[in-house]
């Protein structure tokens, strides 16, 4: 099963790449890595804003990174032309916005490798680091970047 017919059982659509909001690019391909810019959560369309530990528990962190992980998706069509060209995911850096208390960034993070994961089999798992960080640009909740290796 390709990975459009899994995200089409899923009931997941990509949306367009937006545009970068600073001097950056959403992606650079060098050789057979594509390095893929961090990416924040979102809901209705605006930043998903709030610190983990505060005003965020750690279900929805999760959803957020789920969330990322989608809009990363879409990143990796727009830089490919097809998701199948994904040889494999290689990392996560997942920052998350959080109190000094808070402790489960990596179970926060779990929302954006476990869609990976299931989406694209042995080759979605990946290495990974979560961080617990004092802001995120726009007050978003969560950030994300990803390496992947292309065919």
């Given at each position: 099963?390709?990975?459009?017919?899994?995200?089409?059982?899923?009931?997941?659509?990509?949306?367009?790449?937006?545009?970068?909001?600073?001097a950056f690019l959403p992606f650079?391909?060098?050789?057979?890595?594509?390095?893929?810019?961090?990416?924040?959560?979102?809901?209705?369309?605006?930043?998903?804003?709030?610190?983990?530990?505060a005003d965020l528990n750690t279900a929805q962190g999760k959803e957020a990174a789920r969330?990322?992980?989608?809009?990363?998706?879409?990143?990796?069509?727009?830089?490919?032309?097809?998701?199948?060209?994904?040889?494999?995911?290689?990392?996560?850096?997942v920052l998350v916005n959080s109190t000094p208390t808070f402790t489960e960034q990596h179970l926060v993070a779990n929302g954006a490798s476990e869609l990976l994961g299931e989406l694209f089999g042995e080759s979605g798992k990946h290495a990974r680091s979560a961080f617990g960080v004092a802001q995120i640009p726009l007050g978003a909740c969560v950030e994300i970047e990803l390496i992947a290796e292309l065919r």
């Open positions: 099963m390709s990975v459009y017919d899994k995200l089409s059982a899923l009931g997941i659509s990509l949306a367009p790449v937006a545009p970068p909001a600073a650079v391909r060098t050789g057979d890595l594509l390095f893929v810019s961090g990416h924040i959560a979102k809901k209705d369309g605006q930043p998903w804003m709030g610190k983990l530990g969330e990322i992980a989608i809009q990363l998706l879409g990143t990796l069509h727009a830089a490919t032309g097809d998701l199948n060209q994904i040889a494999r995911i290689v990392k996560l850096l």
